[in-house]
């Protein structure tokens, strides 16, 4: 793979994921496309929730998409790797970024970008769209829509930010990075990666897609899992994908 970015810009599009399935023949196979829309329409997340994605405020919604080897042993750590070269561009920036395993960016915990990888798993190759939806410029009457903590770069700084500039820097340091990764995988950023994950040592929920567990996390696993302790009977569990919420402590606790 050429490390290169080939980008395409719409100012209105359903999902940049989408449309970069139905482009994927178009695009060349041994290059990095990024797809970036103005506005989504039907913008989405993990489990297919809904990403709020409108126009006017300069967001950063895009998608990269790329081949990688049938045989590579690091897809399942794609979507920390990218959620941690955001944090860092985020650090670049004068934000504490942290990192909700395994794709949520927060700001003083509240939710500022999201990250979902979607695969194609063909013969000889993977097919990798890796979506990004960051809430640069989005104001307090449409963080109120999302329903759920959240926030932006504009009303974390009380200023504009350029999409095309934070873009710019973000696929710099994208490229730099993934050099590394595709050869040696999370190994060289594991460490720095585990200081910014959200919740450590706090009580916590996680769900499975099918059951939820309360219990804690203990750390990261080089390959991007995440080793979990329940409270219930004290088992440690690894969890490959899921999603956390913060614990709230009752009123007898």
Partial sequence: MKLSIQELFFEKLDSTQLEAKRQLNNFDPDAITCLIAGEQTQGYGRYQRHWLSPAGFENLYCTFYFRLKADFPHLTALTIFLAYTLAKLLESFGFKAEIRWPNDLLIFGKKTAGILCETLIEKDHIQVFLGLGLNLNLNETEIEKIGQPATSLFLESGRKWSRQTVLKAL???????????????????????????????????????????????????????????????????????????????????
Avoid: C, M, W
């Fill in 171 to 253: 696929e710099e340091l994208f490229l730099k990075n993934l050099d590394r990764f595709l050869k040696e995988g999370l190994k060289p950023f594991h460490t720095q990666i585990e200081t910014l994950l959200a919740y450590k040592n706090q009580r916590v929920e996680i769900f499975d897609g099918q059951n939820r567990l309360e219990g804690e996390i203990l750390n990261l696993n080089p390959d991007g899992s995440l080793k979990f302790r329940d409270s219930k009977n004290l088992e440690t569990k690894t969890f490959y994908s899921g999603e956390l919420f913060l614990k709230k402590a009752t009123k007898s606790e």
